[in-house]
């Protein structure tokens, strides 16, 4: 599985910036989709989750800002960000296939960096 986010930039603060992750395969529907931002100096943290079936997950400091979300028939996730802040500044993973037994995701992509000025 190869996955490719795209949609970052540099964005005022308020404003807003919607990354899509783009992956290969066809059983991408079956997945556990999830994105992961990284800031520097920072240790990589869980923004969003979403199953196969919709469920979504998010984490406090993005609850009502963020929206994940898919198209099974693109082959693709998103996360919609409104309201950004400067601490929002990452580069953000989009991440598939969650593993049960090592508790990880199996596939990443390159990331994608979003920076968020005040």
């Known amino acids: 599985v190869q996955l490719v986010e795209s949609g970052g930039g540099l964005v005022q603060a308020g404003g807003s910036l919607r990354l899509s992750c783009a992956a290969s395969g066809r059983t991408f529907s079956r997945y556990y989709m999830g994105w992961f931002r990284q800031a520097p100096g920072k240790e990589r943290e869980l923004v969003a989750t979403?199953?196969?079936?919709?469920?979504?997950y998010y984490t406090g400091s993005v609850k009502g800002r963020f929206t994940i979300s898919r198209d099974n028939a693109k082959n693709t996730v998103y996360l919609q960000m409104n309201s950004l802040k400067p601490e929002d500044t990452a580069v953000y993973y989009c991440?598939?296939?969650?593993?049960?037994?090592?508790?990880?995701?199996?596939?990443w992509g390159q990331g994608t960096q979003v920076t968020v000025t005040s």
């Open positions: 991440a598939a296939d969650y593993n049960i037994e090592t508790h990880e995701f199996d596939y």
């Open positions: 979403i199953g196969s079936d919709g469920v979504t």
